[in-house]
Nanobody
């Protein structure tokens, strides 16, 4: 399983970014569309933390308290893609963002390189 994150960058406080995660390599009998997907982040000197998660059918979403109302997770099962729309960004959102297969907990694949998000004026 390969997960490639993109879309990070430098943005001013209050700005927006959309992160994308392109998935490939899922087993034929266990395709992307059967897995929940999650976004995580890791800031310098801190542990990696769960940011948002979405179930396979897009009927359930959960968000960490620190991003509720600002971030939106979505997925396109026809494109094997997961996105994270981030609005009202704060300096404390600065981190490397990763996606993984699994509802709340990684269940498949390994950590990729992630995409760097820097919120600074």
């Amino acid at each position: 399983v390969q997960l490639v994150e993109s879309g990070g960058g430098l943005v001013q406080p209050g700005g927006s970014l959309t992160l994308s995660c392109e998935a490939s390599g899922f087993p034929f009998n266990s395709p992307f569309s059967r897995y929940g997907m999650s976004w995580y982040r890791q800031a310098p000197g801190k542990e990696r933390e769960l940011v948002a998660t979405i179930n396979y059918a897009r009927t359930m979403r959960e968000y960490a308290e620190f991003v509720k109302g600002r971030f939106t997770i979505s997925r396109d099962n026809s494109e094997n893609m997961v996105t994270l729309q981030m609005n009202s960004l704060k300096p404390e959102d600065t981190a490397v963002y990763y996606c993984r297969a699994g509802w709340r907990t990684p269940v498949l694949g390994t950590w990729g390189q992630g995409t760097q998000v820097t919120v600074s004026s």
